[in-house]
Structure formats: structure tokens, C-alpha cells
């Protein structure tokens, strides 16, 4: 059996989403905490081939991204998949996948960065368990260079993350309707369901979203899949902001 090497950023949901398949597939990994930022001119000299965590390096391979690592999962080790073998349900987690990296992922990243902006102090519970070489208070309170470069990296504007919060309810909706196809949520989970768990673990930590998720079976489902997500931010986001999400919360 292969023993992989997994580079993360504490608290990075698609991070969090390959530990999880890991963890389904039974292959055995150690874990490298990275700081954000930091971590790209790490995996830069170590020559991966991009620079955004999760990394993983495996069976003589070295690969970036939540997606690419869940497909070269299914070649190393094929059970249990992460892909269905029909074409036409495998098209479909795909594209689930796809959606969970592209849409929710850089949604729910934005969301974050933009309250940790307004109140660092939350960022120690992030931490976790995670081995970064500094005490976790100091690194949190020293965190204002990398907060303003995640912020930059990301586009974190308050009107990218405005309009970012009044599409929650569209994407709660589109995981439900997942959970009720059977799409998601199955007793075999495939690689859509720890990236949308992951996202959705994400939001969850924040105080401001959880009461609006918490209830769906999104929240449900993100539950089951990634029970321990780390992490825990105060109520910070400006009331107007979340007006639309808590009228649609109430309307449901």
C-alpha cells in the first residue's frame, strides 16, 4: 500500500476534503502544516506542479489540487472509488466536484477571509492540532501580513463577498436537491462528497452563516463527512450583508 505525504494550510476546506478521502481509502499519510501564503514558495521549491495546498505527494508522484488528487486516488488504490464506474453517474459527481472546487470552495474562501479581516482573534481555532513551528497564539496574532495578502490573492472585496452571501441560499438549495437525488450523501461516498462537505464545513465555522445551515441537509451532510472541522468565528459580517440569506432561511 502507498504511503502518501499530504502539504496543507490548517483549516483549508479542499486541504480538509483530501484527508478525508485519504482516510476513506485507507492510505496511510503523514501531514505537513503549512502557513498560508508561505506555503507557495515551499511547494514552489519542492517542485510541485502548481502552488495551492492540498499537495500530495504519492507512489513516486507529486500532485496540486483537490481534483487532480482525487482522480490519481482512484488509480493508486481503486477501492473504494471515488468515482462511480457508470459514465453517466460518474459525469455527474464530476461535475459536483467541479462545482464544489470552483463555486462553493472560492465563495465559502472569500466569506472567510473577509470576516477574519474584520476580527483576526478568531484564527488560533483554526490552528487545530496543526505543527507549524510557532505557538499558535503568536502565529495568530502576527497574522495581519498574511490576512491582507489572502485578501489580495483572493479578490476579497466586499462587493465579491456581498453578492457572495446572496448566493448561499442558491447553493444550499443545489446541494439539497443533490442530497435528494442521491447524488450525494450515498453509503458510497465519492469524491463530490467530501469537496462540498469541506466547503461546507467551512461556512459552518462561521457564526454568521451556521444558523442558516446548520438545519439543511447540507449542514447535515457536512456533518457526516468532516464531523471535526476545526475552527470557530464570532459574529462580524455587517447585518445588511446577510439580510437576503436570513429572509430566504425564514421563507424555507
Given at each position: ?14 486541504a ?17 502544516d ?12 519542492m ?5 495551492t ?41 464530476e461535475d ?8 462553493l ?9 473577509n ?23 503568536l ?35 443545489r ?12 453509503d458510497e ?8 462537505a ?9 457564526q454568521?452563516?451556521r444558523?442558516?445551515i ?13 464531523p471535526?472541522?476545526p475552527?470557530d468565528?464570532?459574529p ?11 429572509a430566504?432561511?425564514?421563507a424555507?
Open positions: 500500500m502507498p504511503r502518501a505525504t499530504l502539504y496543507v494550510i490548517p483549516g483549508s476546506h479542499p480538509i476534503a483530501v484527508q478525508r478521502m485519504l482516510e476513506h481509502k485507507g492510505i496511510p499519510y503523514g501531514r505537513v503549512l502557513m498560508p501564503v508561505i506555503s507557495r514558495g515551499v511547494l514552489m521549491a517542485r510541485f506542479p502548481g502552488v495546498v492540498p499537495a500530495l505527494k504519492v507512489d513516486g508522484r507529486k500532485l496540486t489540487g483537490s481534483r487532480e488528487i482525487s482522480r490519481a486516488l482512484d488509480e493508486i488504490q481503486p477501492q473504494p472509488a471515488l468515482f462511480p464506474a457508470d459514465p453517466e453517474r460518474r459525469v455527474a459527481v459536483a466536484e467541479r462545482w464544489g472546487e470552483e463555486v470552495a472560492d465563495a465559502t474562501r472569500r466569506i472567510f477571509w470576516a477574519i479581516k474584520r476580527d483576526k482573534t478568531p484564527l488560533r481555532s483554526y490552528l487545530g492540532d496543526a505543527r507549524i513551528g510557532v505557538p499558535h497564539g502565529a495568530a496574532a502576527t497574522a495581519t501580513p498574511i490576512i491582507a495578502a489572502e485578501v489580495r490573492i483572493n479578490d476579497v472585496s466586499d462587493a465579491a463577498v456581498r453578492a457572495d452571501l446572496a448566493g448561499v441560499p442558491a447553493w444550499l438549495d446541494i439539497d436537491g443533490w442530497i435528494a437525488d442521491g447524488l450525494l450523501g450515498s461516498p465519492n469524491a463530490a462528497d467530501f469537496q462540498i469541506a466547503g461546507v464545513g467551512l461556512a459552518m465555522t462561521l454568521d452563516l444558523p442558516v446548520a438545519a439543511r441537509p447540507a449542514g447535515e451532510h457536512s456533518r457526516r463527512f468532516v471535526d472541522y475552527g468565528a464570532p462580524v459580517l455587517p447585518a445588511e450583508w446577510l439580510e437576503p440569506l436570513r430566504a432561511s425564514a424555507a
